[in-house]
């Protein structure tokens, strides 16, 4: 079988483009046209990857995948949007994206990202856990708990912090994040990454009353858990 795609735009051209091109590219492709039915679709398919536009009749693209994310469901997608900024980025990533792009978008840009996320998505079943001190997290289940505590974080969230910990007591620069997470050539501000780190400690320091993530100044970050 093949890679299965799900595409969810209300715009018939961008849809069919999108379809044709994917198709050319190998992928098996669907469409659903407004955000109901691609939720469905989602929960009753299942996919390796969804395309999701923002602006969609019945339920945005920001509730489908919330409630994807809130049911458990982590399928990569790759959300589209027509807006621009680095804080509508964030609000997107923080509903469950792995992924955005802006409108309009390079279709060699588009199917970059998708190989990308597709890549990360079957990188994440090889089995490892990763353990700093009482911090633990399982990539394959999308599992993260200090102490016992299961933490509920975004996907953006999860992949800083998976890094972070896969290079538990080194220092991580901000642009090292930003290559290894982002995984392209960003271009925003890369103070957004402060911004998810910011949301991390409120996770999983503060609940704790010690210290995971240390800034080490005008440098980056060190992940190292005080016990
Ligand atoms: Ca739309």
Redesign the pocket.
Known sequence: MGVRILVV???RT?ASALRRGLQAEGYDVDIAEDGEDGLWRAQEGSYDAIIL?????KLNGYKVCRTLRDSGDWTPVLM?T?KDGEYDEAEGLDTGADDYLTKPFSFVVLTARLRAMLRRGSGAQDGSAFEAGDLLMDPVRHHCERAGTKIDLTAREFAILSYMIRRSGQIVTKPEILDNVWDYEFEGDPNIVEVYVRRLRKKIDEPFGTRTIHTVRGVGYRLEPEL
Request: aromatic letters at 0%; proline letters at 9%.
């Open positions: 735009e209300d715009e961008v536009d923002v602006m969609l009749p589209l027509a």
